[in-house]
């Protein structure tokens, strides 16, 4: 795992599978009704939940360890992005954002 290629280097094999996961998760969310009788929209706004899940996820496959944070907003994860920054703000770019709330 940690040798494949990895969204936050506008790597556009990495960049499409965050773009399916992207879809598939606002089609799964986005318009279904709430309990306040409006209805769902995503948001990629995880301020500080990041930190939260991240410690109660155990290790992952790419090597990452048991209750360290996740990466913040759409960030790559840490350590993840090594082209630079233009490279992370090209794969971020290749999200839809216009079906979102918002990103951070």
Known sequence: MKKTPKYGNDDDAADDILRRIFRAFHDAVTGRPNARGGVYRIDLLPTTC????????GAL???RKAGIPFSEGISPVQGADTCGPTAVLKSAAKIDHLKTGGTL
Request: hydrophobic letters at 25%; zero cysteines.
């Open 50 to 57: 990041h930190v939260y899940f991240g410690e109660i996820t």
């Open 61 to 63: 496959p790419d090597g």
